[in-house]
């Protein structure tokens, strides 16, 4: 094989990705324990289910915030042979393979949540299929973003002020989601649907809109990356 | 030919002058040694060279290629070895190889397994219960299996014990034999680098305060040791004076020019200087008395 052909980008991606998945496959395996795990926290078996129905994704998202450090911060901070400054690759390359690789790690992971919510794990009161708020399916994937927009971009004043933004609100919707939920559970007179505070279109709304800002959050740090990489400290 | 030439590089963190006017010019084929005390910019310099910092001012040319448009196929060429380099603990050895050895496209696995086995190495061994002594081998070894046409190595040899760097410095001095392969290796660990460079340049400052080839340099500068009543202008006439002092009734004058021819109708004896006394003669110069080279 020439050169060319070897550097190529589609190559460059291909390595990048194996090397993800060769380095992080057994985290990625062994953390479908957490989701499974969420749905047993914070509840009693045989106690309204309504609540434990956010806890899933949360503990997904916490430990897909944990895979994106151990992912990306040697890329960062230069602290591996395998994402050292001078591997043959670009690195705009890297993140783009880390990106996929985590985005299918979300995926992935919120399966696990959504098969569980099926099987009525957590107990068999846990009739989640009432209860999927679509809103909540993007809790992993926008965690995900978040982090790496966090691990990748300068801190410079810019970027706190926009990260302070970007928290506030996460948080404020989280908090605001799950007391919502548990002040008004699902009874049978409203078909055990939760009475949502937000109606299901809302929350389609508020997932595409989570699911927009998340892509948007990568598009923009791909771009100031792409400026840094040059140079790689400035 | 020279591998690597920077010209005036400056580079600033904060108010901080880190490089200050670096000239380097590293042949084909050389070890190179850039020595200097820590903190005097050996690292950042480095960085410059691999395009991980951007200059200030100045011009950095490796391959003749700006650092900070390398392709990946010239970043191939170049075998980096820094200080804080690590592998995950858990790794084994052949899962490190295999990840490591997709990214070249050149590949040695002959020669890397044929080395580990200097080590004991096997691939099955865990890369965080290795020895220090083992974990710097193997990343080393890693490293020269890529075939690089240029090695550039910051502080190798730090924390290793004597045996260890000693077969590091011995295999420096094959690949250079073997593949015409350049090194430059940054480290304030003078007697290693004495045993296998043959051009260095001192910096001091973050300026290349002399550059020169060894033998060149050991030649040229030499101390000499002269009764105490010699005038000293009479020696400033006839030799550029790097420094002079008297010691126990003897004027010891350190020259940068020396020439036996120089030397007629002076009673004096001439010594020899080691890279460490060449080192401490140009580091305790006052930086603005310039380059030699």
């Given at each position: ?25 057994i ?12 749905f ?27 895979l ?10 230069r ?22 690789f ?41 965690t ?21 933004l ?12 799950f ?13 055990y ?8 279109t ?33 | ?11 600033y ?17 050389s ?31 490796v391959?003749?290629e ?31 190889i295999g990840v ?27 890369f ?23 090695l ?73 040791c002269?009764p ?15 420094s ?8 010891l ?17 001439v ?23």
């Amino acid at each position: 094989m020439n050169a060319p052909d070897f550097y190529s980008p589609s190559r460059q991606f291909r390595r990048a990705l194996t090397r993800d998945w060769r380095l992080h496959s057994i985290e990625l395996l062994c953390g479908i324990l957490y989701p499974v795990i969420g749905f047993y926290v914070g509840h009693r078996v045989g106690q309204s289910q309504v609540y434990p129905v956010i806890v899933p994704f949360l503990v997904t998202a916490a430990f897909l915030f944990y895979l994106t450090r151990r992912l990306c911060l040697p890329e960062v901070k230069r602290s591996s042979v395998f994402c050292y400054f001078n591997l043959p690759q670009d690195r705009l390359m890297a993140l783009d393979a880390h990106v996929a690789f985590l985005g299918m790690a979300s995926l992935w992971l919120t399966v696990w949540v959504l098969a569980g919510s099926l099987l009525k794990l957590g107990g068999a009161g846990f009739t989640a299929c009432y209860r999927w708020h679509p809103d909540f399916v993007m809790v992993p994937f926008f965690t995900t973003a978040l982090t790496i927009r966090h691990l990748y971009l300068k801190h410079g004043m810019a970027f706190w002020r926009d990260s302070v933004l970007w928290y506030l609100l996460l948080m404020t919707w989280l908090v605001w989601r799950f007391y919502g939920i548990i002040e008004q559970p699902s009874r049978s007179v409203n078909n055990y649907w939760p009475d949502r505070s937000l109606s299901l279109t809302t929350e389609w709304a508020t997932a595409a809109i989570m699911a927009a800002v998340a892509v948007w959050l990568v598009h923009t740090t791909r771009i100031q990356w792409r400026q840094r990489q040059i140079g790689g400290i400035r | 030919m020279n591998v690597i030439e920077t010209r005036d590089l400056v580079r600033y963190f904060g108010a901080v002058r880190a490089v200050s006017g670096m000239d380097l010019a590293v042949p084909t084929g050389s070890i190179f040694g850039l020595l200097g005390e820590n903190g005097c910019g050996k690292t950042t310099t480095i960085n410059l060279i691999m395009g991980a910092l951007v200059p200030h001012e100045g011009t950095v040319r490796v391959f003749d290629e700006d650092p900070l448009s390398f392709t990946p196929a010239t970043r191939a060429r170049i075998g980096y070895l820094a200080d804080e380099m690590a592998l995950p603990g858990w790794m084994t050895l052949g899962e490190a190889i295999g990840v490591q050895s997709s990214f070249f496209e050149q590949w040695d696995n002959d020669a890397l397994w044929r080395l580990l086995k200097r080590f004991d190495l096997h691939a099955d061994q865990v890369f965080g219960q290795l020895s220090k002594g083992q974990k710097r081998w193997f990343l080393i070894v890693l490293i020269v299996a890529q075939q690089p046409d240029l090695l550039i190595l910051d502080e190798p040899s730090g924390g290793l014990d004597v045996s260890v760097r000693r077969q590091f410095l011995d295999l420096l001095v094959d690949l250079v034999n073997d593949r015409d392969m350049t090194v430059l290796m940054a480290s304030h660990i003078l007697s290693d680098v004495e045993r296998v460079v043959d051009h260095v340049a001192f910096v001091k400052a973050g300026k290349t305060v002399c550059q020169s080839g060894l033998e060149d340099l050991k030649t040229r500068v030499k101390r000499l040791c002269l009764p105490t009543g010699t005038h000293r202008h009479e020696i400033e006439k006839r030799f550029t004076v790097l420094s002079m002092r008297e010691q126990s009734g003897t004027l010891l004058a350190t020259v940068a020019d020396f020439e036996p021819e120089s030397l007629s109708g002076l009673e004096c004896r001439v010594e020899h200087l080691n890279l460490e006394e060449l080192f401490l003669v140009y580091n305790t110069r006052r930086t603005e008395e310039g380059v030699v080279s």
